[in-house]
């Protein structure tokens, strides 16, 4: 059972439209990403959000944005999407403290721009 | 049930040792696509490997290399001669095709640490 939920599964939408990605964690980690993951499968790091402090790539263009109530949920949102936007956004957690490691991803978010 | 499964959560080794994480997939589709990713701290995901059930497509060569066998559905990562800087997570994933939603499946990780 997975422990990162992204809403929704797949989304269609027009260029220009607004859309909002929701992910939560309920593992109790303290840093969250959303990735890109473009048609050659790789993936692009775009956010990390990490007790409050956001780290942004900055060829993340600015339409993209996160929003993030605490450190259990990161949404992203795309202002005006346009149809490069068309990919699978894959949403992830991680907890680094001393010796233990744990990065789990969530099933994606497929996003389809007309 | 997973489909891409890797038993091993954490390893560690010694710097100039030779390695190899399993990962095991399940599939029913004849084409497919099979990665290893590297994970870093700084939240980046690099792509190490590409393979395809019929050729190898290596993104990432050097001291990479896997050993795939198709029938055992069963893709590992070898990476020779560790160096501290191989620390990190590693990553298995599977994209299956016809795939209505593109998605890669990714297996839980195999956190390695490398000791000089």
């Known amino acids: 059972e997975t422990a990162v939920f992204q809403t929704p599964n797949y989304h269609v939408t027009q260029v220009g439209n607004e859309v909002s990605f929701n992910c939560k964690q309920t593992?109790?980690?303290?840093?969250m990403y959303w990735y890109k993951q473009d048609s050659k499968k790789l993936l692009k790091i775009m956010f990390s959000?990490?007790?409050?402090?956001?780290?942004v790539n900055e060829t993340v263009p600015r339409r993209f944005s996160p929003q993030s109530s605490d450190k259990a949920h990161l949404n992203l949102r795309i202002k005006s999407v346009e149809p490069e936007d068309s990919a699978v956004y894959l949403c992830?957690?991680?907890?680094?403290?001393?010796?233990?490691?744990?990065?789990?991803f969530g099933p994606g978010t497929r996003l389809t721009v007309l | 049930a997973q489909k891409v499964i890797q038993v091993w959560s954490t390893t560690s080794r010694q710097e100039g040792e030779k390695l190899t994480l399993d990962c095991s997939y399940k599939?029913?589709?004849?084409?497919?696509?099979l990665f290893w990713y590297k994970h870093l701290l700084s939240g980046e995901m690099v792509l190490l490997i590409r393979?395809?059930?019929?050729?190898?497509a290596i993104e990432r060569s050097g001291r990479y290399s896997v050993v795939f066998q198709k029938s055992r559905k069963s893709i590992s990562l070898v990476i020779s001669t560790l160096q501290p800087d191989d620390s990190g997570k590693y990553f298995c994933?599977?994209?299956?095709?016809?795939?209505?939603?593109?998605?890669?499946?990714f297996g839980t990780g195999t956190r390695l640490q490398v000791s000089p």
């Open positions: 599939t029913s589709q004849v084409l497919y696509h």
């Open positions: 959000y990490n007790n409050k402090q956001l780290i």
């Open positions: 992830a957690s991680s907890l680094n403290r001393g010796r233990s490691y744990e990065q789990y």
């Open positions: 393979q395809m059930p019929s050729t190898i």
């Open positions: 593992l109790g980690h303290d840093t």
């Open positions: 994933a599977l994209w299956e095709h016809p795939s209505n939603t593109d998605k890669v499946v």
